[in-house]
């Protein structure tokens, strides 16, 4: 099992700068992909930025240049750092860490969901 505790959201106006941090716990030998999805009123859960256990990044379209996903180490905490933010990033989100099973299968964990408010 994992846990994942999220912390940093909140309210922020347009153009402002947050940073979102993820802390796994448990057992995190097998997880292979860590990222940031959201929801907004509405609609879909959709992904903002995934970082593979390698290193390597990818974003939403909708946030590419202006968002940065990181993370302290291999297993460590991962940040996602916001900024030139706007209305539109205004949803819920959510951490996620994909972890490898037998088979080629994969699981998710999720956690908790830390709202982002960004006023105009």
């Known amino acids: 099992q994992v846990q994942l505790v999220e912390s940093g959201g909140g309210l922020v106006q347009a153009g402002g700068s947050l940073r979102l941090s993820c802390a796994p716990s448990?057992?995190?030998?097998?997880?292979?992909?860590m990222g940031w999805y959201r929801q907004a009123p509405g609609k879909q859960r959709e992904l903002v930025a995934g970082?593979?256990?390698?290193?390597?990044?990818n974003y939403s379209s909708s946030v590419k240049g202006r968002f940065t996903i990181s993370r302290t180490g291999p297993k460590n905490t991962v940040y996602l750092q916001m900024s030139s933010l706007k209305p539109l990033d205004t949803a819920v989100y959510y951490c996620n860490a994909q972890e490898s099973r037998p088979y080629g299968l994969t699981y998710d964990y999720w956690g908790q969901g830390t709202q982002v408010t960004v006023s105009s």
């Open positions: 448990g057992n995190t030998t097998r997880i292979n992909t």
């Open positions: 970082l593979a256990s390698g290193g390597s990044t």
